[in-house]
């Protein structure tokens, strides 16, 4: 079955850039996404990637994509507080019922 | 756009009775609704997938006479929790997705539910 792993805490000083990562096993993902979720909240999609795309570039965000190696990252410019939160990695694939496979989560820590 | 809204935000019962937990899409047409449970410090586990006007479908492992599930309307799905039960207690989570959102879900805020 498909499974997304990730590391599960990431402390940052502000000011610095977050990179959090994230593996997938599934190679017929199609769409990666990145979620983040705030304490007690539900999701907000940040952004997400299609397989055929090597980076997407969001204002602070950028996502990196390396298909051969399954392997996705989110880089976090210019990291503030108020980017602390779990950050999701998540990934689905074109067909069914659109089933979206989590990771596990890994927790932002922004030190002022 | 694309905002989704759950209701209760929390809600707290009492073992052995029945929680209805709602999900509404606000500004698009969700053709299909994706129920999920998260249990602490874990990720999310996916209960059961529901398409506007049918049966859902549900996960291995996820009763169906347990959790039921309706999506009655292309904007409205709800999950109920019968005969709830303190393992029960989790945060639930919704999201859409409809033919303008293309292959994104959009998630609701969650439902915190307590079973005393």
């Known amino acids: 079955g498909e499974d997304v792993e990730q590391s599960l805490f990431l402390s940052v000083r502000e000011g610095d850039s977050s990179v959090i990562n994230c593996t997938y096993t599934d190679s017929s993902s199609t769409y990666l996404y990145w979620y983040k979720q705030e304490p007690g909240a539900g999701l907000q999609l940040l952004t997400y990637?299609?397989?055929?795309?090597d980076m997407k570039q969001d204002q602070r965000l950028t996502v990196l994509l390396n298909k051969k190696d399954k392997h996705l990252s989110l880089r976090i410019a210019d990291t503030q507080t108020g980017d602390s939160a779990i950050y999701f990695c998540?990934?689905?694939?074109?067909?069914?019922?659109?089933?979206?496979?989590f990771g596990t989560g890994t927790k932002l820590q922004v030190i002022p | 756009g694309a905002v989704v809204s759950q209701h209760p935000s929390r809600v707290i019962c009492k073992s052995g009775t029945s929680v209805k937990i709602e999900c509404r899409s606000l500004?698009?047409?969700?053709?299909?609704m994706f129920w999920y449970r998260q249990f602490p410090k874990k990720s999310l586990m996916l209960m059961a997938t529901s398409n506007e006007g049918s049966k859902a479908t549900y996960e291995q492992g996820v009763e169906k006479d347990k959790f039921l599930i309706n999506h009655a309307s292309l904007t409205l799905s709800t999950l109920t929790v019968t005969s709830a039960h303190p393992e029960d207690s989790s945060f639930y989570i919704c999201?859409?997705?409809?033919?303008?959102?293309?292959?994104?879900?959009?998630f609701g805020p969650g439902t915190r539910l307590t079973v005393l």
């Open positions: 998540a990934e689905t694939y074109s067909g069914g019922y659109q089933k979206v496979t």
């Open positions: 500004d698009f047409q969700a053709t299909t």
């Open positions: 990637i299609f397989s055929n795309m």
């Open positions: 999201s859409a997705r409809g033919l303008d959102t293309f292959d994104t879900q959009y």
